[in-house]
């Protein structure tokens, strides 16, 4: 019972959309309504707020840890194990996808699965962001970088933790998400129009 408490407020945390919050308190436009659509720091950026973006991002950042460390930190007490605190993990995730508050029309997720990720294990965070921005620096693509880092995030589960790990189904349905949610990237990568960094238009993670 206590893993589907923490479920839910998990659930309920990822869906505070900063993008929309912080927008809506620096009088901005709904992220919903310009650019990529795409309700995150990226996006917000377009409006040329820069401390709004950031706000974005690390509210982003910080609800995914903030669901898993509380959940980390309460286990013990409440009798909830490794796998509750994977499926912690997922709903908040999933809360960020799909939020509960904005009608279901949420983010991608990258900032919020690197919060998860750092909270589970710092290594298993670094060395995800690691391989994101040798993908950056490489070919100046925000989306590729983000689908090589998602693909990235269940190796780097396996190599720290084993394959055998309840931590491992979590992260591959959260990387498996993440990746759905660029299907248009994919698809504009495949086709060779996926414009890079420091181009005029560029799509958010």
């Known amino acids: 019972m206590a893993t ?17 919050i912080v927008s809506r308190a620096f009088r901005l436009p709904d992220p919903h309504s310009y650019g ?15 401390l709004a973006a950031a706000l974005t991002l690390a509210g982003d950042t910080g609800k ?12 013990a007490d409440y009798g909830v194990d490794i796998s509750g605190i994977a499926l912690v993990a997922l709903a908040v995730f999933l809360g960020h996808v799909y939020p509960v ?11 919020t699965a690197l919060g998860i990720l ?19 620096l490489m070919f100046r693509m925000v989306s590729l970088a983000s689908i090589i880092a998602a693909v990235a995030a269940p190796i780097c ?4 933790f084993g394959g055998a790990s309840p931590l491992l189904p979590a992260v591959l349905l959260l990387a498996a998400l993440l990746i759905y949610r660029h299907k248009e990237n994919i698809q504009r ?13 560029h799509d958010p993670a």
């Open 157 to 160: 589960t396996v190599w720290l």
């Open 36 to 50: 990529s659509g795409n309700p995150g720091a990226t996006n917000v950026l377009r409006t040329g707020k820069k």
């Open 64 to 75: 995914g840890a903030l669901a898993v460390l509380l959940a980390k930190h309460f286990a």
């Open 118 to 136: 750092c909270a589970i294990d710092v290594r298993l965070g670094l060395a995800t962001l690691a391989s994101w921005l040798l993908v950056v």
């Open 189 to 201: 990568l495949l086709a060779g129009k996926e414009a890079r960094i420091g181009a005029k238009k």
């Open 4 to 20: 589907i408490v923490f479920a839910i407020a998990a659930y309920l945390i990822g869906s505070l959309s900063f993008a929309v």
């Open 101 to 111: 508050f904005f009608r279901f029309k949420g983010g991608k997720g990258v900032a």
